[in-house]
């Protein structure tokens, strides 16, 4: 007999079945427990006993069953797609503004552009998968929004952004923040605004009869100096 086929679990020779762990596994006093409770290291198991490659193994029947240990030679899907999403090594935004950080031209009531640059693992979509024996699962990581807090007690979600155009004067069309308060007169000793950007991933991932989803958060920082334009106003002489 196969050791595992897709869709009905791995085979169990002392029943002569296939065992498919069940998930989720029903609540605390569930009749399906059959007295067992949810003991450390038990769990529930669909049993498929009399379809298999080549016909009937011998037994028709299917239900659920219990048992202490997994059978001989499972593998279980989650712990390899969380594999895979470690193969990814997602990575948090690398953040990019303009004004970049650093510069002193950043001024209250000009338009900041804010996004991150563009790589596999930083802006997605990914794809890694994973494999042990017979089972095989694939993940797929895409980046759900970017929460920028701004340091000024604003906090603007996006998604990827729109780099920045040398020369542009207008807003960004999908990611950006106007200051209305210069960082000098907020930050003690004068300092810039810290910027905080948090990226959610969301990655999907399936196989060995099993699908889920699974949330990322990663995040980076930085700051922004952002100044205050004077303008002087002079009496003509008459």
């Known amino acids: 007999m196969p050791c595992y086929l897709e869709n009905l679990g791995w085979y169990e020779q002392s029943s002569n079945c296939y065992l498919d762990l069940m998930d989720p596994q029903p609540p605390p006093g569930s009749p399906l427990w059959g007295g067992h409770g949810s003991e450390a290291g038990g769990a529930l198991y669909t049993a498929n006993c009399g379809v298999g490659e080549g016909g009937f193994l011998g037994s028709t029947a299917t239900g659920t069953v219990w048992r202490r240990g997994p059978p001989s030679g499972f593998v279980d899907p989650e ?22 950080q650093g510069s002193r031209s950043g001024l209250v009531g000009l338009p900041v552009w804010m996004w991150t640059d563009r790589a596999e693992n930083v802006s997605g979509p990914i794809t890694r998968s994973a494999s042990e024996g017979p089972v095989a699962v694939a993940a797929t990581g895409v980046v ?52 905080n950007a948090t990226t959610t991933w969301t990655v999907t991932w399936s196989g060995g009869g099993r699908a889920g989803i699974q949330v990322v958060q ?21």
């Open 79 to 100: 712990d390899l797609a969380g594999r895979a999403i470690a193969a990814m090594q997602l990575q948090p935004p690398l953040l990019r503004t303009a004004p970049p």
């Open 218 to 238: 990663l995040s980076s920082s930085g700051e922004l100096l952002v100044g205050e334009l004077h303008v002087l106003n002079r009496a003509e002489e008459r």
């Open 144 to 195: 759900s929004s970017i929460a920028w807090n701004m340091g000024d007690g604003t906090t603007v979600t996006c998604g990827l952004g729109t780099p920045y155009p040398t020369g542009a004067e207008t807003a960004s069309p999908d990611c950006g923040h106007v200051y209305d308060r210069a960082s000098a007169n907020h930050i003690p000793g004068g300092g810039a605004w810290p910027i």
